[in-house]
């Protein structure tokens, strides 16, 4: 077994470890919001690995740019699968909360027009 085998191990025994203890309400949500974010990173980051190198396998002329346009990929659909979540969410709202929101993706939008139009 080499050593990145056995580190990888010994983080999924740690993580599986983990996931019992935070069902059982061992640990305070603030330390969890943090952990969840470099999780989630960590996840995105894998799928990106995962699904460019398949890509790869099956391309004719592989591509560097395979990793930044899978998680750019993964990072598209996420929202979608959000935005879905918030119409409905959204049903009875509170009047700041659809300010925020309209106001957040109206700086992303123009964010996305400018860099489109630069293409």
Do not use: C
Not at 18 to 25: Q, T, V
Not at 87 to 98: F, I, T, Y
């Amino acid at each position: 077994m080499s050593d990145t085998d056995s580190l990888l191990g010994r983080i999924k025994q740690t993580l599986d470890q983990l996931a019992g203890e935070i069902s059982s309400g061992k640990y305070p949500a603030i330390l969890l919001a943090d952990l969840k974010g470099s999780v989630d990173q960590l996840r995105l980051s894998m799928w990106a690995v995962i699904e460019a190198e398949e890509q790869l396998k099956h391309a004719v002329a592989p591509s560097t740019m395979e990793f930044k346009k899978k998680l750019v990929e993964f990072r598209i659909k996420r929202i979608v699968q959000m935005l879905n979540e918030i119409r409905g969410d959204v049903a009875v709202p509170e009047r700041s909360d659809l300010d925020i929101l309209r106001a957040a993706l109206g700086t992303t939008l123009q964010t996305v027009e400018r860099r489109a139009a630069k293409l």
